[in-house]
């Protein structure tokens, strides 16, 4: 079994930074990519930032050069540098990895709240 777990949420005014981390645990044999995604009220999850084992990255267009995902491989952790967050950023933020070989699959975790007020 597999544990993602997150810290980091909270409130801030427009213009500030959170930093989001999140650890998985448990049966881990290899972990190809770690992400954010995120769920507004009323909205879809949408992919905020990935991360693969070898360091590429890719993000949502709204929060590039604002947001900043890193991982560390030996701590199994991901990490979410948000800047300048507008109001819009406002969201429960879930943390996602995919683990395995032949047959990976995915994990979520419980989700964070982000809100930012104007």
């Known amino acids: 079994q597999v544990q993602l777990v997150e810290s980091g949420g909270g409130s801030v005014r427009a213009g500030g930074s959170l930093r989001l981390s999140c650890a998985a645990s448990?049966?881990?044999?290899?972990?190809?990519?770690m992400g954010w995604y995120r769920q507004a009220p009323g909205k879809q999850r949408v992919l905020v930032a990935t991360?693969?084992?070898?360091?590429?990255?890719n993000y949502l267009d709204s929060v590039k050069d604002r947001f900043t995902i890193s991982r560390d491989n030996a701590k199994n952790t991901v990490y979410l540098q948000m800047n300048s967050l507008k109001s819009e950023d406002t969201a429960v933020y879930y943390c996602?990895?995919?683990?395995?070989?032949?047959?990976?699959?995915?994990?979520w975790g419980q989700g964070t709240q982000v809100t930012v007020s104007s």
């Open positions: 996602n990895a995919n683990i395995g070989y032949v047959g990976s699959r995915d994990y």
């Open positions: 448990g049966r881990i044999s290899i972990i190809n990519v």
């Open positions: 991360i693969r084992s070898g360091g590429s990255t």
